[in-house]
């Protein structure tokens, strides 16, 4: 969701990449969530660090604590930066119907959206 919103509203100033430790595909319920507000995700692809850590990047922001915990040594001269969110998988994982479950992801999708809104000027 975050490479979503900064492809969306940071275009011109945020070159956006998404990658984990762990490729797992495009979640289907963050699809639908960021399909709600007007943005697509579904060019994007679920990628691990590995198939990006040769870019040059300036920041690797992690989002998440596992990631922060076991974020790889990038080659080149990158700033890791940790602003972390809430997995939405994991909080919908004990969600009793569907529409509790989306809540989780939307409420994340709108955090995450907040952070996306300050940048580049909250990594300086």
Not at 53 to 60: A, K, L, S
Not at 99 to 119: K, M, Q
Request: net charge negative; proline share 5%; aromatic share 8%.
């Amino acid at each position: 969701m975050a490479e979503g919103w900064a492809r969306h509203l940071k275009s011109n100033s945020i070159q956006a990449f998404s990658a984990g430790l762990e490729a797992h595909g495009l979640n289907p319920n963050a699809v639908r969530v960021m399909q709600e507000v007007g943005v697509d995700i579904l060019s994007q692809k679920s990628q691990t660090v590995e198939e990006v850590e040769t870019i040059p990047f300036d920041f690797v922001i992690t989002v998440c604590g596992h990631a922060d915990e076991h974020c790889p040594v990038f080659s080149c001269s990158t700033r890791v930066v940790h602003f972390g969110f809430e997995d939405p998988p994991k909080l919908a994982k004990n969600a009793e119907t569907e529409a509790e479950a989306l809540n989780h992801y939307r409420r994340v999708r709108d955090e995450i959206l907040t952070f996306v809104e300050t940048l580049p000027e909250a990594l300086s």
